[in-house]
């Protein structure tokens, strides 16, 4: 139905030039109906740090690939305390997107992208009831049968990240209901640096009937347990392949595939696949 190519966390002002390289070529390779990038582009939220990843996302678009994208905590300054609290933001929407909500369609899948960073917070994010009324509103303009994606930057649940828990975004409850109420099959995040994939009902018991997946940090030097990696997703009928691609110090290969299937009301892992090292080619 569809293939997407999920990054996260750039991090440009602290990111390696080496890996933005491999990034573009394997996009290229990959051939994705639609790039993800799930917030924090930039480490201090400098100009020149936004104009970096404004030429990053520039070489994307005129080599063909759409892309939809959301900020994250880092794109609001930590330091200006005047352009924190009055424009946070600004610089974001002047290099990245002056939309802070996108929303891309594409054959039976329909994508949603969510701000959850705020300037109150140095660190952890927030979902608003207005944003909660637009996911709700978004998706339920789309035919019943199309597969819906919601990406954030900061996670909706409590994410085990080595021997630590990642705090949820706040207000926690009010995207539990969003997401259930909408009727989302896919949740895309970033914020922890840690590559992972989950049904939701194994972090939140309530919770259910949504596929959890993380990427970790695409090109930023600022490692967390694991090396740098994206994430490539093949979405078909009630079916969802995650792929991992690790950077080995040289180039980025896919070190673990891990299929899902939608039964009994959630997602199920099957027998899990070594992909081939041309996958995409």
């Known amino acids: ?25 394997h996009v290229d390779d990959i051939k994705p109906d639609l790039v993800v990038i799930s917030g924090d582009f930039t480490q201090r939220a400098r100009t020149e740090q936004f104009e970096q990843a404004c030429e990053f996302l520039d070489r994307l678009r005129q080599r063909g690939h759409e892309v939809l994208a959301v900020p994250g905590n880092h794109d609001v ?11 946070p933001l600004a610089r974001y929407r002047r290099f990245i997107d002056d939309t802070l909500c ?14 959850t960073a705020r300037s109150l917070t140095f660190k952890d994010g927030r979902i608003n ?12 303009r789309t035919s019943r049968d199309v597969f819906r994606i919601l990406v954030t930057h900061h996670p909706l649940f409590a994410l085990p990240v080595g021997e630590q828990v990642e705090a949820p975004v706040g207000r926690q409850e009010l995207a539990l209901d969003a997401v259930s109420d909408a009727g989302v099959d896919l949740l895309l995040a970033g914020h922890t640096h840690h590559a992972a994939s989950h049904d939701a009902s ?13 990427a ?6 600022r490692v ?4 740098q990696s994206f994430n490539t997703l093949e979405i078909g009928e009630q079916a969802v392949t995650v792929t991992i ?8 290969v896919p070190t673990d595939a891990q299929p899902y299937k939608y039964r009994e009301g959630r997602w199920q892992i099957l027998k899990a696949e070594k992909p081939a090292l041309n996958a995409g080619a």
Not at 77 to 87: A, C
Not at 102 to 115: M, R
Not at 224 to 227: I, K, L, S
């Open 77 to 87: 300054p930590l330091y200006d305390v005047v352009r924190r609290f009055l424009s």
């Open 202 to 214: 194994d972090l939140v018991t309530r919770a259910g009937g949504v596929l959890v997946v993380q």
């Open 102 to 115: 996108p929303f891309v369609e594409l054959p039976g899948v329909a994508v949603l992208g969510i701000n």
């Open 129 to 140: 009831e207005g944003q909660v009324d637009f996911i709700r509103d978004t998706f339920d």
């Open 216 to 221: 970790g940090t695409a090109t930023s030097t």
């Open 224 to 227: 967390r347990h694991q090396e």
């Open 245 to 252: 691609h690790t950077w080995n110090g040289v180039e980025f």
């Open 1 to 25: 139905m569809a293939r997407l190519v999920h990054l996260s966390d750039l991090h440009f002002g602290a990111h390696d030039e080496r890996l933005v390289e491999a990034v573009e070529q």
